[in-house]
Nanobody
Framework: VQLVESGGGLVQAGGSLRLSCATS????????MGWFRQAPGKEREFVAT????????YVADSVKGRFTISRDNAQNTMVLQMNSLKPGDTAVYYC???????????????????WGQGTQVTVSS
């Protein structure tokens, strides 16, 4: 299984970015997926999750109302739309895929078996 993120970059506070995650290697459309992020010196933290068909999503309180997660199973992609970005959103963002079909949606890092290499998001003040 391969996960490849794209769309990171440098943006001013209040701006927007759209992260994409392309998947390959198995029937990704049947598995829950998620986004996590890791800032320098901090633990990797949950950002958002989406179930296999996109009908159920959940985002962290810190990004609620600003970030939206979605997926297009026909294209084997997942998207994180990030609006009203803040300097505190600066981090490396990772997409992840659950290892088990029993994971419906999850904010638990250990529920995810496959990870991308990450994409840097930097928000300047």
């Amino acid at each position: 299984v391969q996960l490849v993120e794209s769309g990171g970059g440098l943006v001013q506070a209040g701006g927007s970015l759209r992260l994409s995650c392309a998947t390959s290697g198995r029937t990704s459309s049947t598995y829950t997926m998620g986004w996590f992020r890791q800032a320098p010196g901090k633990e990797r933290e949950f950002v958002a999750t989406i179930n296999w068909n996109g009908a159920s999503t959940y985002v962290a309180d810190s990004v609620k109302g600003r970030f939206t997660i979605s997926r297009d199973n026909a294209q084997n992609t997942m998207v994180l739309q990030m609006n009203s970005l803040k300097p505190g959103d600066t981090a490396v963002y990772y997409c992840a895929q659950a290892g088990s079909l029993r994971v419906v949606r999850s904010s638990v890092r250990s529920d995810y078996t496959y990870w991308g290499q990450g994409t840097q998001v930097t928000v300047s003040s």
